[in-house]
């Protein structure tokens, strides 16, 4: 963790507070709590921006963008779909190529471990599954979104590439195994991949990190700098945002290496650790 004390001194020059939803502003009960949403309009009112970067699918993640009142783009699946709700523009949308589609689902669905995994193809903003399996039922009543079984995977990608690829699976140490492979076998110039939370394999295109996002919010649209910008995250998918701004605060509940890397380590989503990070940092 490094000092606060350069950071302290710049609070008054920040202009962008960037958000992750899970384990960060939204805990078990799946809300945004009164008092991080006070912290928030404090901070709008300021006239800092705000803004959401998730790993969530888009039409999920909308209701948290309504929720904190957000004039600017939402941006999803890790920073591979950047739309703004207010008119509708796509700004960004990276996929995954089908012959890496392919090859994942080969991989995912080798017979050892088929029956352990629910694999998620995420195309057009729509969840498509080979069947609804616990995991699948629970994440969908989660996120609020309803997955589409079609059996075999591969049909829809005849005419479709996945924004990204998502295997579920509740033994932690299955998806530690996999990620050790798929790194192996595919460079970083080739794969994105992350975990939002321990049972997630997360994969997207290679120039998708929510850093990537961050800055095409800060330095593309807002003509501001890195050290203008506090982002607050809870997981490996959040590093690189952490890293990108001026000021990077980690949740309580986040793994040691992600900790290691924030500037500031909060309270956990379930005290309200957003609220006090903004207000130590922003008010």
């Known amino acids: 963790m ?3 004390n350069n950071q302290a001194e710049n609070k008054k020059d920040i202009k962008l507070l960037v958000l992750d939803i899970d384990g960060t502003i939204a ?3 799946n809300q945004v709590s009164d008092t991080v949403q006070q912290a928030i309009k404090a901070v709008q009112a300021k006239g800092i921006q705000v803004a959401i970067a998730t790993g969530r699918m888009y039409c ?3 209701r948290f963008h ?3 009142q957000s ?3 939402l941006v999803a699946y ?7 709700p207010n008119s509708g523009k796509l700004h960004r949308h990276l996929t995954v190529t089908k012959e890496i589609a392919y090859q994942l689902l080969d991989y995912f669905e080798q017979p050892q471990w088929r029956s352990l995994l629910s694999v998620h193809f995420y195309i057009n903003d729509q969840l498509y599954v080979r069947e609804i399996t616990t995991d699948t039922a629970d994440y969908s009543q989660r996120c609020g979104v309803i997955p589409l079984p079609v059996g075999d995977l591969r049909q829809v990608l005849t005419d479709n590439i996945p924004t990204k690829v998502l295997a579920l699976c509740n033994k932690v140490d299955l998806i530690r195994k996999m990620m050790g492979d798929l790194r192996l076998q595919y460079t970083p110039a080739e794969l994105y991949m992350t975990t939002s939370v321990a049972t997630f394999l997360e994969v997207a295109n290679p120039f998708v990190n929510k850093g990537t996002a961050v800055r095409y919010l800060a330095e593309e649209m807002l003509g501001i700098e890195s050290s203008q910008v506090m982002t607050i995250g809870d997981n490996f998918n959040d590093v690189e945002m952490l890293e990108y701004a001026g000021i990077g605060v980690a949740m309580g509940s986040a793994p040691e290496p992600v900790k290691a ?3 500031w380590v909060t309270a956990s989503v379930e005290h309200d650790g957003v609220a006090i990070a903004i207000e130590k940092f922003l008010l």
């Open 261 to 263: 890397i924030a500037t």
């Open 2 to 4: 490094t000092s606060i």
């Open 78 to 84: 890790q920073g591979a779909w950047i739309q703004d």
């Open 27 to 29: 805990g078990h009960d």
């Open 60 to 62: 999920s993640a909308l």
């Open 66 to 68: 309504e929720d904190i």
């Open 71 to 73: 004039n600017l783009p």
